[in-house]
């Protein structure tokens, strides 16, 4: 098992790893900053096999900040 507290035996693909990630960092003031330079992501038409792809370029910055909200 990893050291890393954010990696577990269950964590399997990139997406689950950020989503545990940002679970524990949610209500903490934390920010997460991608920066894209040229990623070029293929959009399927529909699932499976033989869907035609569109190829988006993504060239820029995306930001998620959290914040603990307020209890009434």
């Known amino acids: ?3 890393n507290p954010y990696v577990t035996g269950d964590t399997k693909t990139w997406p ?11 209500g903490r003031g934390a920010e997460i900053t991608y920066d894209f ?10 699932t499976g096999p033989t869907a035609e792809q569109a190829q988006w370029t993504l060239n820029g910055r995306l930001v998620i900040r959290t914040r603990q909200g307020s209890t009434v």
């Open 37 to 46: 330079d040229k990623l070029q992501v293929g959009v399927p038409s529909r």
């Open 16 to 26: 689950d790893l950020a989503a545990g990630l940002f679970e524990k960092l949610t």
């Open 1 to 3: 098992m990893s050291s």
